[in-house]
């Protein structure tokens, strides 16, 4: 009784010096790679500026203009977590330490789900060291995006299934309900999100538990419902993602839509893509590739086996192998539904659950390897945190990036927003590629420009937005060079230089309105 009870004690004090020495690795690693600066893809500024919409009583709205227009451009799962701390500060610092707290949350929500499917602890831990040097998933802990929230309730959805009581009649396991909130609240964060309910509906089917992947079905669509009534009450619409299904090129619109033959071709090329490039190329430290060209030979062999060893981890994964393997398998179809070059983003937040599944893979090959050569009956994990060292270079390439000065591109783009804040009215309604970035600065009503090769049409949408001022910078966006800079070389006399940065040359220009009301209506 005695050394049942000292054995307990020790695998509880090895427990919490797993769970120590992650907290530590966790901020040693994050202060090295962290980046203080607002991240220049705009995307991070839309989801603070929804966060301050909430947080200042505006419901889910545009605060960029006068209006407060009601927004469903993106799902409001994220702004709604970055609101809290946007109550307090307005700080990018905090919204960026929140993140990191979702990263570490996430991590030992694995561990313990590693746990749970008798696999050593020690394993586990060396599972989410490697997960956590992961540098596509710090890139995407250290800014304003939605990537990190999504994996935590990912991880949470996961935990809850692990944790319910098979022996208990489901609808008396507060887990159950759980699961099902996490993963619509996953839902909520991004679109995509629906490849976990179907992993999750999946793994009942294949458990075959009727009832419950009825009731998971029913409970997840019910915690949509809200959201639903909300876009319809508002006459926003359905969701953008639904219409980038079928367009050629979202930042073409002239080229209009796909058939759905192209549909399907475009699918199965993007579908191609994540096994055979994104995947390596995000979980193996030294695979680079080239996505603009096809798959060599070489990159598929290197794709098989990588999969061939996932699928073996996941298979340890006892009954949740499947919600794994569907995960996976419904992410990269959600993923080769989309028209954007995608490359491996939107991955981010499965690649955790993929390193796990790898590492799990890995011990599993040796030990029976060593088992079959007859060396050993197992391995020790811990020849496995090795791998780790294999991160540096990647982790080090991402520091210099997170730490290097902004460019003087967007520097310009800055010091003409900030110049707007200054020294122009509060109401002075601003046109700009990345109007979002460019608010952040201004703090002004700003709008984009129409994306059309008809100039005339472009400038009469600046007269029905109220334009006062219009930006031309050089980000580098082909939509300036294409739409907005031929409208302003075809009418000079509508748009009068105001501010003029040279290196690269940037513009605040005038919008004479009047005189193009004048001219075109």
């Given at each position: ?5 000292n ?5 509880s ?38 966060a301050?919409?909430?947080a200042?009583?505006?419901g ?13 451009g993106?799902?409001p ?45 020690s394993?586990?831990f060396?599972?989410?060291v ?19 929230s999504?994996?935590?309730f ?10 319910m ?8 396991d ?9 993963t ?8 995509q ?28 669509v ?22 980038m ?11 209009g839509?796909l058939?759905?033959g ?13 096994l ?23 990159g598929?062999?290197?794709?098989i086996?990588l ?18 393997l ?24 499965l ?18 390897s ?20 294999f ?5 080090n ?19 003409i ?8 009215p ?23 420009y129409?994306w ?15 334009v ?6 050089q980000?580098?966006?082909?939509s ?6 031929p409208a ?7 748009f009068?230089?105001v ?23």
């Amino acid at each position: 009784m005695k050394e049942i009870k000292n054995n307990s004690i020790k695998k509880s004090y090895r427990l919490w010096v797993y769970i120590a020495s992650t907290i530590i690795l966790f901020i040693i690693v994050f202060a090295y790679i962290f980046n203080s600066k607002l991240d220049l893809n705009g995307d991070n500024c839309e989801y603070y500026l929804m966060a301050t919409s909430i947080a200042g009583g505006h419901g889910y709205s545009d605060i960029t203009n006068e209006a407060y227009n009601p927004v469903n451009g993106f799902p409001p799962g994220y702004p709604l977590l970055m609101s809290v701390i946007r109550i307090f500060t307005d700080s990018f610092f905090f919204q960026k330490i929140l993140n990191g707290l979702f990263l570490l949350t996430s991590l030992l929500l694995l561990f313990f789900f590693i746990r749970k499917n008798k696999l050593p602890d020690s394993l586990a831990f060396v599972a989410i060291v490697i997960a956590l040097l992961n540098s596509r998933v710090l890139h995407f802990a250290t800014i304003m995006m939605s990537e990190t929230s999504f994996f935590l309730f990912s991880a949470l959805s996961l935990f809850f299934l692990s944790k319910m009581n098979d022996e208990k009649p489901f609808w008396k396991d507060r887990y159950f309900y759980f699961a099902i909130l996490a993963t619509a609240y996953c839902y909520h964060i991004r679109t995509q999100g629906i490849a976990l309910a179907v992993a999750i509906i999946g793994f009942f089917l294949f458990t075959k538990r009727w009832k419950q992947t009825l009731a998971f079905a029913g409970g997840f669509v019910v915690c949509l419902i809200p959201w639903i009534v909300r876009n319809k009450i508002q006459n926003l619409g359905q969701s953008r993602y639904l219409d980038m299904v079928a367009i050629a090129n979202p930042w073409r619109p002239e080229e209009g839509a796909l058939s759905i033959g192209e549909v399907v071709t475009r699918f199965l090329d993007t579908f191609k893509m994540l096994l055979t490039q994104a995947v390596p190329n995000s979980i193996l430290p030294y695979f680079s590739v080239d996505y603009s060209s096809s798959t060599t030979w070489s990159g598929w062999l290197i794709a098989i086996i990588l999969v061939f060893i996932i699928g073996i981890g996941m298979w340890q994964f006892g009954k949740y192998k499947y919600v794994l393997l569907f995960y996976t398998l419904a992410t990269f179809g959600v993923i080769s539904l989309f028209s954007t070059p995608s490359e491996n983003r939107y991955i981010t937040a499965l690649l955790p659950f993929l390193e796990i599944s790898l590492i799990a893979g890995i011990y599993t090959l040796c030990c029976w390897s060593v088992r079959r050569l007859k060396i050993a009956k197992t391995v020790s994990p811990w020849l496995f945190i090795l791998l780790a060292f294999f991160s540096f270079p990647r982790l080090n390439q991402l520091r210099a990036q997170n730490t290097m000065p902004v460019p003087s591109n967007y520097r310009h783009f800055f010091t003409i927003a900030k110049a707007v804040h200054k020294q122009l009215p509060a109401n002075t309604v601003v046109c700009s590629r990345k109007p979002s970035l460019f608010y952040m600065y201004s703090q002004s009503p700003v709008c984009n420009y129409l994306w059309t090769t008809d100039n005339e049409a472009l400038i009469k949408n600046l007269i029905q937005s109220k334009v006062d001022y219009v930006v031309l910078e050089q980000l580098g966006y082909s939509s300036t060079y294409l739409y907005l800079y031929p409208a302003i070389q075809n009418h000079p006399e509508l748009f009068i230089p105001v501010i003029s940065l040279k290196k690269p040359d940037t513009y605040l220009l005038k919008f004479d309105r009047k005189k193009a009301i004048e001219k075109f209506q």
